[in-house]
Structures are given as structure tokens and as C-alpha cells.
């Protein structure tokens, strides 16, 4: 079973750029996809970012698509959320998930592994 570790997390101005890190342990992520989705406060989950185990294949939410990058270095069983023009709106709590199977996720059920989550909050 993998262990998700995010981190990077702080308090930024709009305008800002930030870069998110999710760390595994317990197995390596090379063949399992890796999404980032996010908790805005008083919200449910919301999917942010998707990338496929060959590392080619990504996707945006509609809402940080030209912002937010996702990227992995499997050498370090590592997935990044690169995020700039941050907006207060981006607030929330970020998490990071695996999963193993063909094709993008967009769903958090079709995931089967979770980090704790780290907080991003934006000020105006």
C-alpha cells in the first residue's frame, strides 16, 4: 500500500505561485495515475489536476487550466502541483491520490490511496 505525504502548502498573495509536492513511500507510483483535487472551505472535493503513469497524458479543471501544471518524477516517486496566478478563490486544502487502472480520473472514488492534504491559502 502507498503512503501519500503532501507538502508545500502556505499562505501566499494573489499573484503568487506556489509548488505542491506529494512524496510516496511503500511502493513505487510509476504505473499508478496521480491526481490532485482540492477542499475549499464549506465545500466538498473538487478534482484539480490528473496525470497518467507515462507522465504524457494530463488534465486540468476547467478553473486552473493556463495556472496549474501537474507533473511526477517517478525517480523520486514524487507528483508536483506547479500553481501561479493563484487566486483567493484557490483556497482549500490540496490532496494527492493514486490509483492503479488504464485511463485519466476524474472521480475521487476511483482512487485507493490519500495523503493527509496541505493548506493553501490565498490572500487578496
Known amino acids: 500500500q502507498v503512503q501519500l505525504v503532501e507538502s508545500g502548502g502556505v499562505l501566499v498573495q494573489a499573484g503568487d505561485s506556489l509548488r505542491l509536492s506529494c512524496s510516496a513511500s511503500?511502493?513505487?507510483?510509476?504505473?499508478?495515475?496521480m491526481g490532485w483535487f482540492l477542499q475549499a472551505p464549506g465545500k466538498g472535493g473538487e478534482f484539480v489536476a490528473v496525470?497518467?503513469?507515462?507522465?504524457?497524458?494530463?488534465d486540468n479543471a476547467d478553473s486552473v487550466k493556463g495556472r496549474f501544471t501537474i507533473s511526477r518524477g517517478d525517480a523520486e516517486n514524487t507528483v508536483y502541483l506547479q500553481m501561479n496566478s493563484l487566486k483567493p478563490e484557490d483556497t482549500a486544502v490540496y490532496y494527492c491520490?493514486?490509483?492503479?487502472?488504464?485511463?485519466?480520473?476524474?472521480?475521487?472514488?476511483?482512487?485507493?490511496?490519500w495523503g493527509q492534504g496541505t493548506r493553501v491559502t490565498v490572500s487578496s
Open positions: 491520490a493514486a490509483r492503479v487502472g488504464y485511463g485519466l480520473g476524474y472521480v475521487s472514488s476511483e482512487y485507493s490511496a
Open positions: 496525470i497518467r503513469s507515462s507522465g504524457v497524458s494530463t
Open positions: 511503500g511502493r513505487t507510483i510509476s504505473s499508478c495515475t
